[in-house]
């Protein structure tokens, strides 16, 4: 039985191709009329355009009014007039504070917690309080109320 020839495709320099991107000439400009970008350079004549270190901004239109300008503003947004409370996490009080301890807005304060002006005081339930203190806030998440009965500790909620 004879043998079969293998045969090996070898690589060398001269079978090497880009096959990642398309080769792309470099416009060369300013090489004489018959070149197509000769003169001007393929910019136009006269104009902000024409002059070098030139650069458009986005959604500028020449000077006429641009279309987000002309199309109408609708509707309210509350976003503006929000009142939004600092929220604190169960493990964080159980930190700040020690037993028999309020836990209010000026409290809060004198910890070093809260920073400039606040609306007010939410509870949320991540991790657990051992301590005993007193809550007096604005607001309690469900599960943080729910942790706080279970665990017996007084809270209130304040306007």
Known sequence: ????????????????QN????????????????????KTCGRGVKGAGSRSG?????????????????????GFCNTRFQRRFDCINLDRIDQLFSDGAVVNVTS???????KGDTYGVKVLANGELTKKVRLEVQALSKQAEQKLKAAGIEYSVVE
Request: glycine share 12%.
């Open 19 to 38: 096959s990642s991107r398309a080769f792309k000439r470099r416009r060369r400009v300013g090489r004489g009329v018959g070149s197509g970008l000769g």
């Open 108 to 114: 809060l304060y004198e910890v070093g917690f809260l």
């Open 54 to 74: 030139w650069k458009q901004r986005a959604r500028y239109e020449g000077g006429q009014i641009p279309l987000y300008r002309k199309l109408p503003t609708r």
């Open 1 to 16: 039985m004879p043998q079969e020839q293998i045969y090996v495709n070898k690589m060398e320099l001269h079978t090497l």
